[in-house]
């Protein structure tokens, strides 16, 4: 098992400035993204020094008002779990539909425990209205995840062409040149990847990238092998349906076996009272 120590002796969280250090010093940065799992992976991760935290509300977007209104609570939630890992927030797209929006809502969200934020496809100009009113922008290039992907034809590989990886390319210069601190390029071929994440000054983070980016982003439910089919990228480090599944059957056959609770899981009233409660039950 790895070396581990709790989270909460440690006295701040990694910020933008915090990953803008280890691109510069040439230290990988190591992100996860729960997905819709719950505030112990995201504490598992951050016990375990995982630099990045990719936070998404729990749902599976059928419920986007409802998701919408969830968010500044899950974010405290997940805050309040954890104590260094950088809290990068998936804003949902009406969120950020207008100037306005983006920095209503972006600020709510910083105040609520976000440490930057993500929208998904946004233009750089939107971008600049944002960083401008001091709103840390964590964001994403290459493919796409989300309703976006239609416009792209759909979840595939991106920057196939030299025209279409320039494409990507300039999208990211602009949103360095508007203030973006951060992003990862998801789905590019190595070479693009490699070649993105050293032209730009801001550390560029890979998911289905390249080795040779600042770092690297996977999804829990291919870290835990918990995907009926498995990407190309993905590597499984752990098998959490066997490990849960077996915890469950064992408590259940003592349960059924009559070998759980023990005596040791139970607490006994005072023997007289025990007695005296006995004798009431008989002449009820």
């Known amino acids: 098992m790895a070396d581990v120590k709790s989270s909460r002796v440690t006295k701040e969280r990694k910020s933008l400035a915090y990953l803008q250090k280890c691109k510069d010093e040439g230290q990988k940065i190591v992100q996860m993204c729960p997905g819709p799992r719950d505030q112990f992976f995201t504490m598992a991760a951050d016990m375990a020094g995982v630099d990045v935290c990719r ?56 105040n609520c425990g976000a440490d930057s934020l993500l929208c998904m496809g946004i233009t750089p100009e939107r971008v600049k209205v944002m960083t401008d009113s001091y709103l840390p922008l964590f964001g994403h290039i290459g493919a796409l995840s989300g309703w976006q992907t239609v416009k792209q034809g759909g979840y595939k590989k991106m920057g196939k062409t030299a025209e279409s990886a320039m494409e990507i390319f300039k999208l990211g ?13 998801e789905l590019t071929p190595h070479e693009v990847s490699e070649a993105i994440a050293k032209k730009l000054r801001v550390p560029v983070i890979n998911i289905a990238g390249s080795a040779a980016c600042d770092g690297s982003e996977m999804v829990d439910f291919d870290t835990f092998g918990m995907m009926p089919t498995f990407a ?4 499984v480090y752990a098998e959490f349906f066997p490990f849960a599944c077996e915890a469950y059957m064992s408590w259940a056959d003592d349960v059924r076996e009559g070998n759980y609770p023990e005596d040791k899981h139970c607490w006994h009233m005072d023997p007289v009272e025990a007695e005296k409660f006995r004798e009431m039950l008989d002449k009820f």
């Open 55 to 110: 936070l998404t509300v729990p749902g599976d977007g059928s419920d986007p008002e409802m998701q919408i209104k969830l968010a500044p609570f899950w974010i405290k939630v997940v805050h309040n779990a954890t104590k260094t890992i950088h809290i990068n927030f998936y804003m949902q797209t009406p969120t950020y539909a207008s100037d306005r929006d983006a920095v209503y809502n972006g600020s709510m969200y910083m």
């Open 232 to 235: 190309m990228h993905a590597k």
């Open 173 to 185: 210069y602009e949103y360095q040149e508007n203030g973006m601190g951060c992003m990862t390029i």
